[in-house]
Nanobody, 123 residues
Framework: QVQLVESGGGLVQAGGSLRLSCAAS????????MGWFRQAPGKGREFVAA????????IYADSVKGRFTIARDNAKNTVYLQMNSLKSDDSAVYYC????????????????WGQGTQVTVSS
C-alpha cells in the first residue's frame, strides 16, 4: 500500500500562484510515476502532470504547459505542483496519484490516490 497526502490548496485570485504538495509513504518502492489530476464539479477527472520517481522525466497536459511545474524531493518522498498564472478554469479538486507504470496519463493506470485538495481561482 502507498499512502498519499495532499496539501496546499486554497483560494487565489486569477493570475496568482499556489504550490501543492503530496507526501508519499508506505510501499513506495513499486512506484515509477507520480501524477496530479484534477476534477471540477460535473466533470471527469483529468490529467494535469506526471513525473517519474527519479524526477528525470515529466509530462504535462496541454492546458497547463508553461504555467504549471511538477517536481519531486526524493529525500522527503514528496511531489510538488507549482501552479502559476492561475485561471478560473483551473478551479477543481486536485488529486495526487501513484503508478507502477512509467509516465502514464490515464486514471486507470494509477493504483493509489490521495484524498484531494481544493483549489479555487476567483476571477
Amino acid at each position: 500500500q502507498v499512502q498519499l497526502v495532499e496539501s496546499g490548496g486554497g483560494l487565489v485570485q486569477a493570475g496568482g500562484s499556489l504550490r501543492l504538495s503530496c507526501a508519499a509513504s508506505g510501499r513506495t518502492f513499486r512506484t515509477n510515476t507520480m501524477g496530479w489530476f484534477r476534477q471540477a464539479p460535473g466533470k471527469g477527472r483529468e490529467f494535469v502532470a506526471a513525473i517519474t520517481w527519479s524526477g528525470a522525466r515529466t509530462i504535462y497536459a496541454d492546458s497547463v504547459k508553461g504555467r504549471f511545474t511538477i517536481a519531486r524531493d526524493n529525500a522527503k518522498n514528496t511531489v510538488y505542483l507549482q501552479m502559476n498564472s492561475l485561471k478560473s478554469d483551473d478551479s477543481a479538486v486536485y488529486y495526487c496519484a501513484a503508478s507502477p507504470r512509467v509516465l502514464v496519463t490515464t486514471t486507470a493506470n494509477y493504483d493509489y490516490w490521495g484524498q484531494g485538495t481544493q483549489v479555487t481561482v476567483s476571477s
